[in-house]
């Protein structure tokens, strides 16, 4: 129900823009949230965006440099990722939180996952 795309490999410095598509769910009326998972650490919280995408949420890693967004008309939501650090290489999640909720930060108060994207950042 949510394809996560756009990962890849991008020197430190760089910039890449996630997409999260959903379907087979009223995407409209979810807050969505995205994760990062490195090899060997635990998953980790990156941003989320309310339904109506009235209120954002980062990590205090990536504040500043991430920004997140949707467009509710393509069922779709974005991390735009800048300034890309090596440490920052992991596999991206996007996951759906509930019906008309905030933008929250821990995972087990997400309902839906997608199955990861790859985002390898070169130093």
């Known amino acids: 129900q949510l394809q996560a795309s756009g990962g890849g490999l991008v020197q430190a410095g760089g910039y890449l823009r996630l997409s999260c598509a959903a379907s087979?769910?009223?995407?409209?009326?979810?807050?969505m949230g995205w994760f990062r998972q490195a090899p060997g650490k635990e998953r980790e919280f990156v941003a989320a965006?309310?339904?109506?995408?009235?209120?954002?949420y980062y990590a205090g890693s990536v504040k500043g440099r991430f920004t997140i967004s949707r467009d509710n008309a393509k069922n779709t939501a974005y991390p735009q990722m800048n300034s890309l650090k090596p440490e920052e290489t992991a596999v991206y999640y996007c996951?759906?939180?509930?019906?008309?909720?905030?933008?929250?930060?821990?995972?087990?108060?997400?309902?839906?996952w997608g199955q990861g994207t790859q985002v390898t950042v070169s130093s």
């Open positions: 965006i309310s339904w109506s995408g009235g209120s954002t």
């Open positions: 996951a759906a939180d509930r019906p008309f909720g905030t933008a929250r930060s821990r995972a087990y108060e997400y309902d839906y």
């Open positions: 087979g769910l009223a995407f409209s009326t979810y807050s």
